[in-house]
């Protein structure tokens, strides 16, 4: 059983994330017994620059400590990098890619991520809720595993913009989607006052509810997206923003891309301007299965990347590093729930 403290250090409620490393360790787990036995698990942090979560949590705790509505459990994620300000350790990993997922993995920490993992199973949460911020604009939305009713009941509370994800594998709210209702929510850019206030009143609705079967109206109407295509910078290439690239690069974005995530757009939308006529295309298109789609998508056109027909994409970031690293943005499309819900 992983350690866990049965309540919070004195005085921490009064520091910012970047302090936090004082009070608590990387991956500590704090109960906080509340009227309702049966807990909810908050995961906040395990990105040490996204603090919407430990800001937005704070908040709630002070006022609500001293007579708490229902149990909670906390993870205190990586506080380490919170002190640096830094998404993870420069030789540390990420640890939302270390819960237990499909692949096997052995690293330290995806040890420590399986043992928390069992345990809360056997504390059977009403619900997780894993709390991230992102770069990019894009409007405050949720993410599920599963398409049951009660996943997407809890991702209603948060937003009405709710996303069916897959994919990366060893995220936290897909390995608790095996045992009880888990989303995770994306509160906008760190930091800013509207994310913390929908994450304080998603959690003051939450932890009153008595369970998340019966939200009147809400699943029914509910639009749930599907991320289909991951878009992504073709190794060989060199990518920069519009006003910030100092030496040539083969795409350059303009500044303002990420004003298109969660628009539906329409075919000959520009998504960046290639450096020379012979410039090949930059960007690869994959499917769920693998499959390169690229052509089914964009298209090259006055020495313009475009879109060749409708499409929605989802966390365009404009950070370059970050392209190189993951991906440009994603592409989504509504989910048929042509089953009903169970
Ligand atoms: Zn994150």
Not at 42 to 60: C, F, K, M, P
Not at 65 to 74: A, E, V, Y
Not at 175 to 196: L, N, Q, R
Not at 265 to 285: E, K, N, S, Y
Request: charged content about 20%; proline content about 6%; hydrophobic content about 40%.
């Amino acid at each position: 059983m992983p350690r866990m403290l049965s309540q919070l250090p004195d005085g921490i409620l009064e520091v910012k994330a970047n302090q936090l490393h004082q009070f608590v360790d990387d991956l500590t787990l704090v109960e906080l017994k509340g009227r309702i036995k049966r807990p909810i698990f908050i995961s906040i942090l395990q990105h040490g620059n996204e603090t919407t979560g430990w800001d937005a949590l704070r908040v709630y705790l002070k006022r609500h400590l001293s007579r708490l509505p229902r149990t909670l459990i906390i993870l205190f994620g990586n506080v380490q990098a919170a002190q640096n300000n830094v998404r993870q350790l420069a030789n540390g990993v990420d640890f939302n890619r270390c819960w237990p997922g499909q692949r096997p993995n052995h690293h330290p920490v995806a040890k420590k991520m399986a043992d928390i993992t069992e345990f809360l199973k056997q504390q059977n949460p009403l619900a997780s809720v894993d709390i991230h911020n992102n770069t990019g604009r894009n409007p405050h939305y949720a993410g599920i595993n599963a398409i049951k009713k009660e996943h997407i009941n809890l991702a209603s509370l948060f937003s009405k913009t709710i996303i069916h994800i897959t994919s990366p594998d060893g995220i936290q709210s897909g390995a608790f989607s095996e045992f009880c209702p888990a989303v995770t929510i994306e509160c906008g850019m760190s930091g800013t006052a509207d994310g913390i206030e929908q994450t304080i009143t998603f959690l003051e609705n939450l932890c009153r509810l008595s369970n998340l079967n019966d939200l009147p109206g809400v699943s029914e109407d509910q639009e749930v997206m599907n991320i289909f295509a991951v878009v992504k910078l073709k190794k060989d290439m060199t990518i920069g923003v519009a006003g910030e690239t100092r030496e040539p690069v083969d795409f350059e974005i303009p500044e303002d891309l990420d004003y298109h995530n969660f628009h539906q757009l329409a075919p000959g939308t520009v998504f960046g301007q290639l450096q020379t006529d012979q410039t090949p295309m930059p960007i690869t298109v994959t499917d769920a299965m693998d499959y390169d789609i690229t052509e089914q998508y964009f298209r090259i056109q006055a020495q313009q990347l475009q879109l060749s027909q409708s499409v929605m994409p989802a966390m365009i970031t404009l950070s370059p590093q970050a392209v190189q690293l993951d991906c440009l943005c994603y592409l989504m499309r509504p989910l048929n729930q042509q089953k009903p819900l169970q």
